[in-house]
């Protein structure tokens, strides 16, 4: 007759029942570059999204430098009130205006936002300006009677970022400029430095060196909006 083995024979376990510490930390480390992965594309599409919030600020800040002209006949001047604190602050300058040194978009005459989608509120005139809109205008379409005939004297230039021009002193002629510093809330290119007697802006697709953001008004289509309305 066989043996019969006895009831109380422990069960045997396999060597597979868990995870090493080896296995653990291959997992981890996959786990790791997967979250890695995923974080990249939602960073470009959180910048992408500002960017186009942006981008259609700067349209309708484009529209109400429009309709101010049409209101008041001359575009508005900038601000370059630094205090928070004071009653003129985001509002146009009285004039005549200073256009010595670089102007802000005068937000509050115009119902606009006062900085962009990476900007944020000042408290302080001592606070930096990152994010808050630069607005530059041309001399002769700040004095009132804005007409046909009116022709820019401030000579604004825009480039492309190959150095080709974008408007020129003969057509297209930019009388007002508006510009975000992007992402990196600061100026990049030709927009890093003001000139009063030789003004020059850079407007291009974005890159690791230019990520601003920019929108003129050209003398043609401005004269063009304010035939339309009746103005001239």
Known sequence: MPELKSASTPPRHSRHAGFTLAELAVVLVILGLLTGSMLVPLGARLEARDRQRTADMLRDIEQALTGFAIVHGRLPCPSTEPDPASTQYGLEDPAPCNLSIEGRLPWRTLGMPAQDAWGSAR??????????????????????????????????????????????????????????????????????????????????????????????????????????????
């Open 123 to 232: 408290q302080s005139a001592g606070d930096d300006w990152a994010g808050h809109w630069r607005y530059r205008v041309d001399a002769a379409f700040i004095a009132g009677a804005v007409g046909a005939g009116t022709t820019p004297v401030s000579n604004l230039q825009i480039r492309a970022d190959d150095g080709s021009a974008i408007t020129t002193l003969s057509n297209s002629q930019a009388v007002a400029i508006v510009l975000s510093t992007g992402p990196n809330r600061r100026p990049d290119g030709h927009n890093a430095s003001y000139s009063a007697s030789a003004p020059l802006y850079e407007s291009g697709e974005p890159s690791a060196a230019f990520d601003d953001l920019l929108v003129w008004i050209g003398r043609p289509l401005l004269v063009a909006r304010l035939a339309q309305a009746g103005r001239l």
